[in-house]
T-cell receptor, first 112, second 114 residues
Framework: QKEVEQDPGPLSVPEGAIVSLNCTYSNSAFQYFMWYRQYSRKGPELLMYTYSSGNKEDGRFTAQVDKSSKYISLFIRDSQPSDSATYLCAMIGYSSASKIIFGSGTRLSIRP | DSGVTQTPKHLITATGQRVTLRCSPRSGDLSVYWYQQSLDQGLQFLIQYYNGEERAKGNILERFSAQQFPDLHSELNLSSLELGDSALYFC?????????????FGSGTQLSVL
């Protein structure tokens, strides 16, 4: 079993829809959770960064962490064609000796 | 702009050859990570350096090696190249703060082995 599971998609939604992207994980030591956005053939870009359980909002993006269920989500409101990209979740434990683990990424396409 | 610089952006070479990829981390970051991403594949962690010392190893082949220099830039050396080594190679740098670690990625080096 992988430490982090992420549905690869592809996920296609119409412009303006609310998008929900999810990851599950098995290691309860993970404390910090991240979402990266990667456009085709570009480097991943840090989008959201959260610690422990709860919600964090930044513009149209909301990151949600449920540590009891070992489940994290990224919501995109009012989705735009420019949101079309691959979204990777990532997580890491509490110390600098931990290793950051990435999900395999979900490919998202927003239809105009 | 993430502040992480990778050179070259593109590299075309032949099987059996050796290449060197270079990465300059963000100012102040001590950690450098190397990742490989093949077409439509996820990020494969290769190796991490912290302040000049190897910190962690992932799925790095014996034909590949890396180092981090005193000025904190890093180089990834790929030798005896095979067709299957064609991929995007990313470098990322980070700093461990009071709220954990954030990785910032460079724009990558596209390696094509012909």
């Amino acid at each position: 079993q992988k430490e982090v599971e992420q549905d690869p998609g592809p996920l296609s939604v119409p412009e303006g829809a609310i998008v929900s992207l999810n990851c599950t994980y098995s290691n309860s030591a993970f404390q910090y959770f991240m979402w990266y956005r990667q456009y085709s053939r570009k480097g991943p870009e840090l989008l959201m960064y959260t610690y422990s359980s709860g919600n964090k909002e930044d513009g149209r993006f909301t990151a949600q962490v449920d540590k009891s269920s070992k489940y994290i989500s990224l919501f995109i409101r009012d989705s735009q064609p420019s949101d079309s990209a691959t979204y990777l979740c990532a997580m890491i434990g509490y110390s600098s000796a931990s290793k950051i683990i990435f999900g395999s990424g979900t490919r998202l396409s927003i239809r105009p | 702009d993430s502040g992480v610089t990778q050179t070259p952006k593109h590299l075309i070479t032949a099987t059996g050859q050796r290449v060197t990829l270079r990465c300059s981390p963000r100012s102040g970051d001590l950690s450098v990570y190397w990742y490989q991403q093949s077409l439509d594949q996820g990020l494969q962690f290769l190796i991490q350096y912290y302040n000049g010392e190897e910190r962690a190893k992932g799925n790095i082949l014996e034909r590949f090696s890396a180092q981090q220099f005193p000025d904190l830039h890093s180089e990834l050396n790929l030798s005896s190249l095979e067709l299957g080594d064609s991929a995007l190679y990313f470098c990322a740098s980070s700093s461990w703060g009071t709220k954990g670690e954030k990785l910032f990625f460079g724009s990558g080096t596209q390696l094509s082995v012909l």
